[in-house]
């Protein structure tokens, strides 16, 4: 299968490509093993700006949300105990 873009991991970086990538309806490939990157092993996170603090699992948790609610038609190819991969398909 042919992409317009592949996206390796779920940290800040990569969940800000996935949602640019959907708003461009690029056909995208994301893996990654989970949400959030490093931030998860933050109990709290005091600079992330719009926020005066959140724990690095709930910044994980709105990062997933994010891409998702710009995912428009995402689909999940497959899922095992060490990657999670979503691909989309331009509209």
Do not use: C
Not at 4 to 32: E, Q, S
Not at 35 to 49: A, P
Not at 60 to 81: C, M, S, T
């Amino acid at each position: 299968m042919l992409y317009d873009l592949i996206i390796i991991g779920g940290g800040p970086a990569g969940a800000a490509a996935a949602v640019y990538a959907a708003r461009k309806r690029l056909k995208t490939l994301f893996i990654t093993a989970e949400w959030g990157g490093q931030s998860v092993v933050s109990e709290q996170i005091y600079n992330w700006i719009g926020t005066v603090s959140l724990s690095g699992n709930e910044l994980a948790e709105n990062f997933k949300k994010h891409v998702l609610a710009n995912a428009g038609d995402w689909r999940r190819p497959y899922h095992n105990p060490t990657q999670v991969g979503w691909a989309r398909s331009p509209r």
